[in-house]
């Protein structure tokens, strides 16, 4: 049996795990803003059944293999290879909304080492609201490819990696549900969450939000999110970058002891 950590499960009733919170006027998820999940302008939400700022969830989502793997490997957080990963949507939910880009940074030992970045046909048009909040038209995506064939590479560029992504149940949602519909197993990768570990390493007094925006601005990221896929990867693996560092001041260097 696979048992997740955290409060993201995927789901057979629904694609790509449970109903995540309901967004509000202008945002979609803790951590996030809209489409893309980055940026102010977010009301912060809770997982299901839990307080506004969980302390206890487990920032890595990992099946009970999974899991085995880590605690067994003892991988040093300096030495993992996390795949930083951000998506582009049109809108909340996979089904009713489809990806529009898909950006992703390999990040090991403090720098990213190799990208990925392009632009994905949803299959439907870009409501305007969001094309303006990400800047990401119909034009634009027209002759990009469509998802199922954008996969296979990212799936690829993500091999072996630790896939992380600021609110990773926004993007996984979304991701394992286009996996689905292309008929493409899900990979067993390890999902970190980095607005958990954020909450868990950072005081309340230290930064008013767990916001990427709130974040990237905290650790000095070279890179601001712009609701953009690639550069909200590279915001948010400096802000791994700072989290990282955070945990080794702290004593915590392998994966395992944040998994568990």
Known sequence: MTRWLGWF????????????PTPGPGGTD???TGPGS???GAPESSPPSGPERPRLAHPVLASSACLADLVTGNRSLHDTDFVVVD?????????????????AVRFTGGRVTAEFCTFVNP??????D??????????MVAQAPPIGAVLPGFLAFARAGVLTAHNAPFDLSFLVAACGEAGLPWPDFPVLDTVTLARQVLG????????????????GAPVP??????????????????????????GVRTLAEIAC
């Open 9 to 20: 499960r995927p789901s057979p009733s629904r694609p790509g795990g449970e109903a995540l």
């Open 30 to 32: 803790p951590g996030g």
């Open 38 to 40: 980055t940026g102010p």
């Open 87 to 103: 998506l582009e949507t049109t809108g909340w939910r996979p089904g009713a909304a489809g990806i529009t880009e898909i950006g």
């Open 123 to 128: 299959g439907h048009a870009i409501p305007p």
């Open 130 to 139: 969001i094309a303006v909040l990400t800047g990401i038209s119909d034009a």
């Open 204 to 219: 309340e007094t230290e930064v008013p939000d767990c916001k990427l925006a709130t974040l990237a601005s905290y650790f």
């Open 225 to 250: 999110p712009t609701h953009r896929a690639l550069a909200d990867a590279r915001a948010t693996a400096a802000v791994l970058d700072g989290l990282i560092g955070r945990l080794a001041a702290a």
